[in-house]
C-alpha cells in the first residue's frame, strides 16, 4: 500500500491557460474522488469515481473542468481557462466500497493562478 | 445552514494532556457517518476515526476518542496524552446518507480547528 499519489505537487500558471492534475489511487480501490480545498477552509466537494464511471459532480464543478478514470485507475483532472479563483489545493482520494470506508487522501496539487 | 460546524478556530494544549475539540452537525437523515481528519503542514489528510449514527458505542483507535452525542448533534473529539506532533488542523466532516455506489462517500467538511501542541 503506497498510498494516494498527486502529481505534480505544485503548478504556477498564468490566466486562460489549461492545466492538468494527476491522481493515482490506492491500488485495490475502486472509488475515487476529487476535492478542492481553499485557504482556511475545509475541502470540498468536486467529483467522484466508481470504477471508470463519473457518478456525481458537484455544481461547483463548472465547464472548464473536466476528470476522467478511464481505466477505472488513476485519474486526471483538467482546468481549462484557468482563473484566479482556481487558486487551491486540490485533493485527490480513494475508498473501497464498503459501509464503513474512510477516504484515503494524496497529499494534494496546489495551483495558484497568477 | 452550516452542515458541519466546528466553532473552535484555534485550541492550544500543554504537552500530555488531553484535549476536546468540537464538531456538531446537523442532518435529518438517520444514516449518516461521522468522520475525524488530520492535517498537517504537509497537507495530507489523515483519517483518524470513524462514528456511525447507529453505533451504540463510542469509537476508539488509539489515543483519539469520539464523544458521540447523537440527540444534540455533536461528535467531538477526544485526543489524550497530547503530543507535538499532533499539531495540525483538524476537520470534522459527514456522509450524509448511507453509502451508495451513486455516491460513494461523499463527505461535507467542517472549516477545521487548529491544535497548537505545547511543551
Known amino acids: 500500500d503506497t498510498g494516494v499519489s498527486q502529481d505534480p505537487r505544485h503548478k504556477i500558471t498564468k490566466r486562460g491557460q489549461n492545466v492538468t492534475f494527476r491522481c493515482d489511487p490506492i491500488s485495490e480501490h475502486n472509488r475515487l474522488y476529487w476535492y478542492r480545498q481553499t485557504l482556511g477552509q475545509g475541502p470540498e466537494f468536486l467529483t467522484y469515481f466508481q470504477n471508470e464511471a463519473q457518478l456525481e459532480k458537484s455544481r461547483l464543478l463548472s465547464d472548464r473542468f473536466s476528470a476522467e478514470r478511464p481505466k477505472g485507475s488513476f485519474s486526471t483532472l483538467e482546468i481549462q481557462r484557468t482563473e484566479q479563483g482556481d487558486s487551491a489545493m486540490y485533493l485527490c482520494?480513494?475508498?473501497?466500497?464498503?459501509?464503513?470506508?474512510?477516504?484515503?487522501f494524496g497529499n494534494g496539487t496546489r495551483l495558484t493562478v497568477t | 445552514a452550516q452542515k458541519i460546524t466546528q466553532t473552535q478556530p484555534g485550541m492550544f494544549v500543554q504537552e500530555k494532556e488531553a484535549v476536546t475539540l468540537d464538531c456538531t452537525y446537523d442532518t435529518s437523515d438517520p444514516s449518516y457517518g461521522l468522520f475525524w481528519y488530520k492535517q498537517p503542514s504537509s497537507g495530507e489528510m489523515i483519517f483518524l476515526i470513524y462514528?456511525?449514527?447507529?453505533?451504540?458505542q463510542n469509537a476508539t483507535e488509539g489515543r483519539y476518542s469520539l464523544n458521540f452525542q447523537k440527540a444534540r448533534k455533536s461528535a467531538n473529539l477526544v485526543i489524550s496524552a497530547s503530543q507535538l506532533g499532533d499539531s495540525a488542523m483538524y476537520f470534522c466532516a459527514m456522509r450524509e446518507g448511507e453509502e451508495r455506489e451513486t455516491s460513494g462517500s461523499r463527505l461535507t467538511f467542517g472549516e477545521g480547528t487548529q491544535l497548537t501542541v505545547n511543551p
Open positions: 482520494a480513494s475508498s473501497w466500497g464498503t459501509e464503513y470506508s474512510p477516504l484515503h
Open positions: 462514528q456511525g449514527s447507529y453505533d451504540q
